[in-house]
């Protein structure tokens, strides 16, 4: 976002403008110098096409003078001078005395080709040869011609270039304009988000060029925004509101014992305690599985490499059932365990033991009935149970943090287990997913569907 | 018991101390990592507590400085991040145990004295172990108790021998989860009360002596009595 005080600076701000500029002169450049060589060239060409001319003349003249004599030179001589024609010829005597005609500046007894400059008079291009029986005959044209056409010819790629240059600054001002009015939709969108307003978007145009990418990854980038600060808003309600009554009712006990000078009843306020260093302990747990591995959260919170390493999946599931197996049993609950063996699995060993306990625990706790836990390739994991199950509408509230359902409310738990287990499945590129577990639409399976990280 | 706390809270610190006083271990206590390191490296202690975020050099710099100096003293690192990976880094350095803040006193004595016990590098030496009247071969697979032979399962068989690696000491469900089931985290259901009963159902019998002493809001302990 720039907004300088004054348009003059804010022009000299715009980036397309200074693109333009750049073209512009970069081409009026170019145009120069092509210019110049052309200039060159074409003068250069003209001067050997007048030599050749001038030798062709004096050619002519020199055979004449062979077959007829003399006076045919005097002659073209005169009438040259007399015509004023454009081709000057002159008849010296060996030691440099004019016999007929008149070339200004012509030095005795020319020989060759030379350039004669005389002030104030168009150059002279002039051919000297001496000719049997002491005459020199010189042949001249003028240059001015040649030097016109040359310059006519460098004048041509300037003016080409002028009105290139001028086009490319008229078009690249359109451009800056047009880019300077989408950049500011995006400017004034960005400050309305940077005051907090998260649920603005940038207007797509549909035309598909790099604009529209641009604004569809910016357009992205905010809804994942919007759900994190949405999601941490939920989170910091939901600690306060789970916070506060163990909190509450610690601080009534101890004020109570202050008040009447009284014994604090110690055990069950140590377990209130606990209960919230509980829920802190998972909230940091889910934290951390939803920041991702590696991410981390703050200096140090992250999860180390080490917690990615590939591990057998399998024999992990077995040994977690292995544990729980004789609980379910002394409860006098049917366990039924059906693994598919070498399921290798890259990932957080420590993570998904915790989550398998989570929900081993959960259908202890808050199920009924046969406990089934079932590894099938993919990986799937499920864990189900034969108790009352959750409804549907109900199914997304128990995966929430905090979120219990009014009958578990009075069993032991921090609402949190189920949050955990869908963070650490989507940590991992998976999902959980409820549903019934028997063919009558009864009992709880938890799916935990950890598709990536195979091998 | 000599014990050296290096920590750097004075409560934390002052706790420590006095509840390994009233257990009757002698306690040094550095408050920076620098007195604790010089306190470590000048003084013999039988163990070690050191947390894990000090005033440099940290608890883990400590650690690598101590066993880099062969010094083998056993270190328990206390930390405020108890997470596994946590957990990994420490014992990587160096450290023995580990144990996240906040913590019960009673976890951290039990953590103590079974380090302080432990024989440095004789625990894959032996090829018989004898509490009382029990005795585990370790080569044979077999468990006997005043000569009657035992079946036991895998898990059971772990928790016994982990059990009879430190006998008379108090072993919390933490560090059961840890040692037997190798389980970073505490179930909420009662799977290691479960479990330690049903050991308890065979090899004490229907009214044979107790062996396995539960200690109320701690753990439990394989009773030393010869047998």
């Given amino acids: ?455 | 018991m000599k014990i050296l706390v290096i920590e750097d809270d004075r409560a934390t610190a002052d706790y420590i101390a006095r509840g390994l006083a009233e257990e009757g271990h002698a306690t040094e206590v550095a408050r920076t990592g620098k007195d604790g390191l010089f306190l470590a490296m000048s003084e013999s202690f039988d163990v070690i507590v050191t947390d894990r975020m000090l005033p440099p050099p940290d608890g883990l710099a400590i650690v690598r400085t101590l066993r880099a100096s062969a010094i083998s003293t056993p270190v328990l690192m206390l930390t405020a991040l108890g997470d596994v990976e946590r957990r990994v880094e420490g014992l990587d350095a160096g450290a023995d145990d580990y144990l996240g803040k906040p913590f019960a006193f009673s976890e951290l004595h039990a953590r103590l004295r079974a380090l302080a016990r432990r024989p440095a590098g004789a625990e894959n030496a032996e090829s018989e172990l004898v509490v009382g009247g029990l005795r585990m071969n370790l080569l044979r697979r077999t468990v006997t108790l005043a000569g009657v032979a035992i079946e036991l399962l895998p898990t059971e068989w772990r928790l016994l021998e982990y059990m009879m690696r430190h006998p008379g000491e108090v072993l919390t469900r933490t560090m059961l989860l840890e040692r037997v089931w190798d389980f970073a985290f505490d179930p909420t259901t009662n799977v290691v009360d479960v479990h330690v009963s049903r050991l308890r159902r065979k090899l004490e019998g229907p009214d044979g002596p107790a062996l396995i002493r539960t200690v109320r809001g701690a753990g439990y302990v394989l009773d030393v009595r010869p047998g």
């Fill in chain 1, 1 to 455: 976002m720039f907004a300088p005080a004054d348009t003059g600076m804010r022009w000299l701000n715009s980036f397309a403008l200074r693109m333009a500029v750049a073209v512009a002169g970069s081409a009026l450049l170019l145009s120069l110098v092509g210019a110049g060589w052309g200039w060159l060239r074409a003068d250069t060409a003209l001067r050997q096409e007048l030599d050749l001319v001038l030798a062709g003349e004096a050619e002519g003249l020199i055979r004449d003078y062979e077959a007829l004599g003399p006076g045919v030179l005097l002659e073209a001589a005169r009438a040259s001078a007399r015509r004023e024609a454009l081709l000057l010829v002159l008849v010296q005597t060996a030691d440099g005395q004019a016999l007929a005609g008149s070339i200004t500046g012509a030095p005795a007894s020319l020989r060759g080709f030379v350039t004669l400059r005389s002030p104030g008079r168009p150059s002279l291009r002039a051919l000297g040869a001496m000719l049997p029986g002491g005459v020199n005959l010189v042949v001249a044209a003028s240059l001015s011609a040649a030097e016109d056409a040359a310059r006519a010819l460098a004048w041509t790629p300037l003016v080409a270039a002028i009105g290139a240059g001028g086009v490319a600054l008229l078009l690249a001002f359109f451009a800056a304009r047009a880019l300077e009015r989408r950049l500011a939709s995006v400017s004034g969108m960005s400050a309305e988000v940077a005051q907090g307003d998260l649920s603005r978007r940038l207007p797509v145009t549909g035309r598909g060029d790099e604009f529209d990418r641009l604004v569809v990854t910016v357009n992205f980038m905010l809804d994942r925004l919007q759900a994190l600060v949405l999601a941490q808003r939920q989170v910091t309600d939901d600690i306060a509101h789970d916070l506060r009554g163990p909190l509450q009712r610690l601080r009534q006990m101890l004020e109570a014992a202050e008040r009447g000078g009284g014994r604090v009843d110690l055990p069950a306020a140590i377990a209130e305690l606990d209960a919230v260093l509980d829920t802190f302990a998972a909230l940091l747990r889910i934290a951390r599985a939803e920041a991702g591995p590696g991410a981390g959260l703050g200096a140090g919170l992250g999860a180390g490499e080490g917690a990615r390493a590939e591990f057998d999946l399998s024999a992990m599931v077995r040994a977690v059932a292995d544990a729980y197996a004789p609980v379910a049993e002394e409860a006098g609950r049917g366990f039924g365990l059906d693994v598919a063996p070498g399921v290798m699995f890259r990932g957080d060993l420590a993570l998904l033991q915790r989550i398998m306990g989570n929900l081993l625990d959960n259908a202890l706790t808050h199920g009924a009935g046969d406990i089934s836990v079932v590894l099938a390739a993919g990986p799937v994991l499920t864990v189900a149970d034969a108790g009352p199950g959750v409804a549907a509408a109900e199914r997304d509230l128990v995966l929430r943090r905090f979120g219990r359902l009014d009958r578990s409310r009075s069993t032991p738990g921090t609402g949190l287990g189920l949050a955990l287990v869908k963070a650490a499945a989507e940590a991992h590129g998976g999902r959980v997913v409820l549903g019934p577990w028997l063919a009558d639409g009864r009992g709880l399976a938890v799916r935990v569907e950890l598709f990536r990280n195979t091998s």
